[in-house]
């Protein structure tokens, strides 16, 4: 074989092959499949266990078709030898060398013991923003040519304006998703540095309810499947106080996309045009059990679009009094002079007068029937006694 030499090759793109489809973090325990592809073992045991598939080419696969990857074992431990020799002499240079105190005998091995745990922590973090940064810069370069693609192709001039509106969108998306991106990585460093530990640092993606006007960042871990966007979003909407009233996961779907088509999908599920998605995307159901790693779309600053009908507690219609009267409650009333009624209850003040000019009538009053006079005046849009 011929002798390479000192031959430099950018070991990024080595380590990239060494990742697990499933979890997308480097091999532990990799093992081989008849098929030709590698995993960490537990990833592929839970795959084969519950799918009896090959996660990459469907392959049927079953505990016996596994082979272990010596192989890219021994290429990992000399990749993770060299990049501890690299970050001990970056941090060596960041700390300098510190001389034996005679005073105190152990200083070194102290020493040595916090740079081990400062090498670790540096190591993680910084990979992992550089690796936001190029996924930033990415999205903004594809962004601007996709833009740039649309607008010459575009003949009239409202359409350009509204691709033009959708550019603007996007950029403020990604750069929304960034700035999130950032501030999620400076909490998980103060974590880290309160624990003295590594944090572990999850993918942060966007999950948006165009029915509900939603959005929110979701730091998603490896082992998540898609059924675990369900309990995220509960879970949202219990801490805004507004818990959902009605929810079958089985019904909703999501759909993963771009940035600058976040606007014309939201529009597609307003519109309920999903076979205007169903086009361009692939939807899945949300109460799948697929891994959302193994789909190979999930990186930083990735967006869920969520199909949903779910129904909140603050989109439920109001109930007036008079709808479900109970004689034994006490009831303050209410005069609007847009209306020019008195007797009107606490719902209906809020909701059927919302905005009017109003004032306090009676207070603490126990009424003998189901007295609302925003009722019997016509002006109740709530539910009431009249509409049961």
Sequence with gaps: MQHQGDLMINADLIIKQLQCAVCINEFNNPFLTKCGHSFCYNCIEEVINRYHKCPLCNLDLNKTDLYKNNQINQ??????????????????????????????????????????????????????????????????QELKIDYTQRLDAAMEDHVKEQITNNYKEAVKQIETSFKQLKDYYADCVYKSLEQFKCEQIDILIQIVLPK?????????????????????????????NDPIQNFDPSKLKIIFCKPQDLYKISQSVLNKDLDVISQQYQIYPMNSEIFLASLGQVKQGSIIVVISDISLKSQQPQECITFKFNKDRLVDYYSCLQCKIHWVCQVCKDFCHQGHQLSIYRQQVKPDWACCYCVSKGFCKALNKNNQ
Excluded: C, T
């Design 75 to 140: 290429i990992k431990q000399i990749i993770e030898e060299q990049k501890k020799q690299q970050l001990n002499h970056k941090v060596s240079n960041v700390f300098g060398e510190q001389n034996a105190n005679a005073f105190l005998p152990d200083y070194k091995m102290i020493s040595e013991m916090f740079k081990n745990a400062v090498q670790q922590m540096y190591n993680v973090y910084e990979s992992k923003y550089i690796d936001a940064i190029d996924e930033y810069k990415a999205r903004q």
């Design 212 to 240: 509900q006007n939603a959005q929110f960042p979701w730091p998603f871990k490896v082992n998540n499947r898609i059924s675990s966007i369900a309990e995220v979003i509960f879970q949202h909407f219990d801490k805004k």
